[in-house]
C-alpha cells in the first residue's frame, strides 16, 4: 500500500512544474485531469479485480498490478504533452485500483484470526509513508528544472520492488484450496502458521466449503442468487450492503475536505505549508499505529464507533471566528486556486457548528482550529480509514470475498470522485457551516450504522464470521451440517 499512495500523491508538489513544461499553466481543468485521472482507472481496476484474483491468484494480482503501474509511471516521466501525461496517469490508477482490494484480500487469508486486525492495519501504516515519501520527493520540484520527471522515476521503484517481492510470499491458501490445489493449500499453511496448525485450518475451509464452484457475477452479489444453498443464498446482499456503506460513509465524513484546506488553517495560524503537510502526515501515522495496537484488543466495531464519533467532536466543538463569505463571489469549482482569501479562511474554521465560538478572541479559535483538525485526522486513522478494508473481507463469504471486495472498492473510488468535484460547489451554495454541520451528521450516522449492522470479528475464524451473519434459525442449521 505504500507504493499506491505514493504514485497517487506523488503529481501533488510538482503539478505547478508539470503543467509549465506541458504547455497547460493556467488550465484549471488540466490541473484537474492530472489529478483526477487515476480515480477513473482506479474505478476499471478495481471492478477487474475480483475476477483477476480469483483467475490468477492473490500473489500473481500483486504483480500483475505492477505492470501498469510500471508503465503509466514511465509514460508520465517522459511526457511532452498534456495527452500523455493523462494517458500515463491513468495507467497508474487502473493499477492503483487493483491492488487495494487484492491487499486486504491477501492480508485477511493468510493471518491468524489473532493477529489478523493487527497485520491489517499494517496497510494503512503504509498508506500513510507513502503519503509522506512522496511528500518527501516532492519538495526540490520548484526550485529544481523537471525535477517532476524525476518524481516518476522514482515512483516505479516500490512497483517493480513489490512484483519481484512476491515471488518470495506465499499464496493465499483460501485461494488455493478453492481451486482444488489441496496439497499446495496444506504446504501454505505450514509456512504461514506451522506444522501444528495445518489440520485445524483445512477442517475450518472444508466446513465453509458448499461445494459450488461455479464463478460468481458482479450482479449476483445483489440479488442474492450467487448459490443453490439457500443458507448462502442470504448473505450477499446484507454483507455487500454492510461494505458499500461503511466506504460510503468513510468519504462522506469530510476527510477529503480536511485534508484539502488543511495548508490554509495552518498558514492562518502562522505556520507553513510545508509543515501542515507534516503536522497532518504525523497526526494521520500516529492514528494508525494506535489502530494497530488495539485492533486485536478493543475489536473493529469498538474503534469503528469511538472512531466517528471522535470525527464528530472535532467537527462541532472546534470553534471559528466569526468571518463570512463574501455575497458576489463566485469561484469556480475546478481548482481551490480560484477561491478568495475569505472562502479559503471561512472554511478552514467551518469545523465548528456552534455559535458559541462567536465569542473566542481570534487567535485562540485559530489555534484551537488547527488543533481540531490534527484531533480529526487522529481519530479518522483509528478506525474509519483502517477498519473498513480490514473488516469487508472478514465478513464475506470465501465464495464471493474477491468480487464483493471488488464491488466495495468500486463504490468507495465513485463516491471519492464525486466529493473532489461537487465539494467546492456545496461550499459556495451552502456556505462551510451547513456544509460542516452535514459531515458531522454523516459521520453521527455513520455510528448509528455501525453500531446496528457491523458484526464484531477479532479473535473470529472466517467460518465463524460467515455463520454469525446468518440469521439465528439458518445459524442453527449450518451447525447442524458443519456438525
Not at 495507467?91 to 482490494?101: E, S, Y
Not at 505450514?190 to 464463478?215: C, N, P, Q, T
Not at 469530510?254 to 495548508?263: E, H, L, M, Q, T
Not at 469545523?351 to 465560538?357: E, F, H
Request: proline content about 5%; glycine content about 10%; hydrophobic content about 50%.
Amino acid at each position: 500500500m505504500l507504493w499506491f499512495s505514493f504514485c497517487t500523491r506523488v503529481v501533488n508538489e510538482p503539478l505547478e512544474s508539470i503543467s509549465w513544461d506541458l504547455g497547460f499553466k493556467g488550465d484549471t481543468l488540466a490541473d484537474g485531469l492530472v489529478v483526477s485521472t487515476c480515480l477513473g482507472g482506479a474505478f476499471v481496476g478495481s471492478l477487474l479485480s475480483g475476477w483477476i484474483a480469483d483467475s490468477i491468484g492473490r500473489r500473481r494480482a500483486f504483480q500483475l498490478c505492477s505492470i501498469p503501474i510500471i508503465l503509466g509511471a514511465s509514460i508520465s516521466a517522459m511526457a511532452t504533452s498534456l495527452n500523455g501525461m493523462l494517458l500515463g496517469r491513468l495507467l497508474v490508477g487502473v493499477g492503483m485500483g487493483i491492488g487495494p482490494p487484492v491487499a486486504s484480500l491477501y492480508v485477511t487469508e493468510v493471518s491468524p484470526a489473532f493477529v489478523r486486525g493487527t497485520y491489517g492495519s499494517f496497510i494503512q501504516i503504509a498508506t500513510c509513508l507513502g503519503l509522506m515519501g512522496a511528500l518527501v520527493v516532492g519538495i526540490p520540484a520548484k526550485d529544481t528544472v523537471g525535477w517532476w520527471r524525476m518524481c516518476f522515476w522514482l515512483s516505479t521503484i516500490p512497483a517493480a520492488t513489490l512484483a519481484i517481492g512476491m515471488i518470495l510470499c506465499a499464496e493465499s491458501p483460501h485461494w488455493l484450496y478453492k481451486q482444488g490445489r489441496i496439497s499446495e493449500a496444506e504446504a501454505e499453511f505450514e509456512k504461514l502458521l506451522g506444522g501444528a496448525h495445518v489440520h485445524s485450518s483445512m477442517m475450518e475451509l472444508e466446513k465453509s466449503d458448499r461445494g459450488d464452484s461455479e464463478g460468481v457475477k458482479m450482479l449476483e452479489l445483489l440479488s442474492g442468487r450467487h448459490s443453490r444453498d439457500t443458507l448462502d443464498s442470504l448473505i450477499p446482499f446484507a454483507v455487500v450492503f454492510i461494505g458499500s456503506t461503511l466506504f460510503a460513509l468513510q468519504q462522506l465524513s469530510g476527510i477529503n475536505a480536511v485534508f484539502y484546506f488543511s495548508s490554509t488553517v495552518f498558514r492562518s495560524a502562522g505556520v507553513p505549508s510545508s509543515l501542515a503537510n507534516v503536522f497532518i502526515g504525523i497526526s494521520n501515522l500516529a492514528g494508525s499505529f494506535i489502530a494497530m495496537v488495539l485492533m486485536d484488543k478493543l475489536g473493529r466495531k469498538l474503534l469503528l464507533l469511538w472512531s466517528f464519533l471522535g470525527m464528530v467532536y472535532a467537527l462541532v466543538f472546534t470553534p471559528r471566528p466569526r468571518l463570512r463569505l463574501r455575497p458576489h463571489a463566485r469561484p469556480p469549482i475546478e481548482h481551490f486556486s480560484s477561491i478568495t482569501a475569505e472562502h479559503k479562511l471561512a472554511l478552514s474554521m467551518g469545523l465548528q457548528v456552534a455559535g458559541a465560538s462567536s465569542f473566542m478572541p481570534g487567535s485562540l479559535a485559530m489555534y484551537l482550529s488547527v488543533g481540531g483538525m490534527l484531533l480529526f485526522v487522529l481519530t479518522f486513522a483509528i478506525g474509519a480509514g483502517p477498519v473498513p478494508s480490514l473488516l469487508l473481507p472478514e465478513i464475506f463469504p470465501s465464495r464471493i470475498r474477491a468480487k464483493a471486495m471488488a464491488f466495495c472498492m468500486s463504490v468507495h473510488w465513485v463516491i471519492n470522485f464525486f466529493v473532489g468535484l461537487l465539494f467546492l460547489h456545496l461550499l459556495e451554495q451552502l456556505g462551510p457551516q451547513l456544509l460542516y454541520t452535514i459531515f458531522s451528521t454523516v459521520c453521527l450516522m455513520a455510528v448509528a450504522f455501525v453500531k446496528k449492522n457491523v458484526v464484531e470479528t477479532k479473535g473470529k475464524s472466517l467460518q465463524e464470521i460467515e455463520v454469525a451473519l446468518l440469521p439465528a434459525e439458518q445459524s442453527i442449521v449450518r451447525h447442524h451440517f458443519d456438525a
